[in-house]
Each structure stands twice: as structure tokens, then as C-alpha cells.
């Protein structure tokens, strides 16, 4: 059974910073692309970064550019998001998804999720 697990999120205040990780269990998490995506209340989830299983390529979301980063560990087999200059329009349930084929910011295209962790950035 494949298993992907999100840790790192909490409560900061704007400007403040978080480091999310994912981890994965039955998956080889090295051999897959890996992307974040968020979802606020009320709102539909996004794409937030992804990154190749070289790590050679990446890519970010508009809104997040200059202030996220995204990195992996292959041989720890983690993906990052290192979240900078948080904003409270950040605020919103983080997801690690990883996919064999697919490298995009779209939900459909990713076969294996996590279960999220919640991600509040409020004064």
C-alpha cells in the first residue's frame, strides 16, 4: 500500500517561514516526480511547485515564486518546501503528490497522494 506523509505545517506569523517534507512508504519516492499543491476553505486545490525525480527541473506557481523552494533528499527519499515570507493568503491544507510520468501542476495528473498538513499564517 502506498502511503505519502506531509509534516512541517503549523501556525506563523506573516513573514514568518516553514519547512513542509514529504516521505512515502510502498513507492520508491527517488524514482517519481513530486509536486505540492494546497487547498484553502471553499477554495479548489493548486498547484503550488513540482519537482523532477533528478531535481533538475522545477517549477512554481506565480503567487509562491521568489518566496518557496522546493528541493529533494534522494537519497533520504523527502521532497521540501521551504516556505518563506508567508502570507496569510498562503493559509490552506498542503499535499505531496507524486506521479512516475507526469511533471505539472495538475491535480489529475498525479496517481499518489498525502493526507495533508494545515498550513495557517495569521497574526
Known amino acids: 500500500q502506498v502511503q505519502l506523509v506531509e509534516s512541517g505545517g503549523g501556525l506563523v506569523q506573516p513573514g514568518g517561514s516553514l519547512r513542509l517534507a514529504c516521505t512515502a512508504s510502498?513507492?520508491?519516492?527517488?524514482?517519481?516526480?513530486v509536486a505540492w499543491f494546497r487547498q484553502a476553505p471553499g477554495k479548489e486545490r493548486e498547484g503550488v511547485s513540482y519537482i523532477g525525480r533528478s531535481d533538475a527541473i522545477t517549477e512554481y506557481a506565480e503567487s509562491v515564486k521568489g518566496r518557496f523552494t522546493i528541493s529533494r533528499d534522494n537519497a533520504k527519499k523527502m521532497v521540501y518546501l521551504q516556505m518563506n515570507s508567508l502570507k496569510p493568503e498562503d493559509t490552506a491544507v498542503y499535499f505531496c503528490?507524486?506521479?512516475?510520468?507526469?511533471?505539472?501542476?495538475?491535480?489529475?495528473?498525479?496517481?499518489?497522494w498525502g493526507q495533508g498538513t494545515q498550513v495557517t499564517v495569521s497574526s
Open positions: 503528490a507524486a506521479d512516475w510520468r507526469n511533471l505539472d501542476l495538475l491535480v489529475d495528473h498525479y496517481m499518489y
Open positions: 510502498g513507492i520508491a519516492l527517488d524514482y517519481y516526480n
